[in-house]
């Protein structure tokens, strides 16, 4: 996929605030935990791998929220990368990603090394504006509201 001279090779996302509203729901038996995932965000990422982007998601959530997004990844056929805070940049020479080749995603201070590291990155409406500051564009849905399927509208990916 292009976005202007660049070539785009990976969609790296991040999963809380970004693919989910950022909220944990926990149950009062057993401990359980909720997360709301967006069907259009579904939609984006069966399209961005039909784009030829290799998608992959990244978090730093505690376990039993790692769980649930990998659960999700392996629905949508993508690969979950968990990391502590702070070091979501090391799926960079994990997973071999080309920062001048990749689109990043997030919405957290943790984020800032890969939204600056990244070809072309974004962040949904609500985040920070210390963080939103690092960003190519800031969107204007904000997570869990499918703004996966907005990045690829802004990249062009429905002029094709």
Do not use: Q
Not at 142 to 155: D, I, Y
């Amino acid at each position: 996929m292009r976005w202007g001279d660049t070539e785009l090779k990976t969609l790296v996302c991040d999963v809380d605030g970004v693919l989910t509203d950022g909220r944990y729901y926990y149950g009062l038996e057993n401990g359980l935990c909720f997360k709301a995932f967006h069907c259009n965000d579904s939609v984006a990422v069966r399209l961005a791998k039909g784009a030829g982007l290799k998608v992959v998601f990244v978090t730093s959530g505690s376990e039993a929220s790692a769980f649930i997004s990998r659960k999700r990844a392996e629905e949508l056929g993508v690969l979950l990368a968990r990391y502590p805070y702070g070091c979501k940049e090391d799926v960079l020479a994990e997973e071999k990603i080309d920062p001048a080749a990749m689109v990043y995603i997030g919405d957290c201070v943790d984020d800032v090394p890969l939204l600056e590291m990244a070809a072309v990155s974004f962040v949904p409406a609500w985040t920070l504006e210390c963080v939103a500051k690092h960003a190519t564009y800031v969107l204007k849905r904000r997570g869990g509201e499918g703004c996966l399927l907005e990045l690829l509208e802004t990249l062009g990916l429905f002029n094709e």
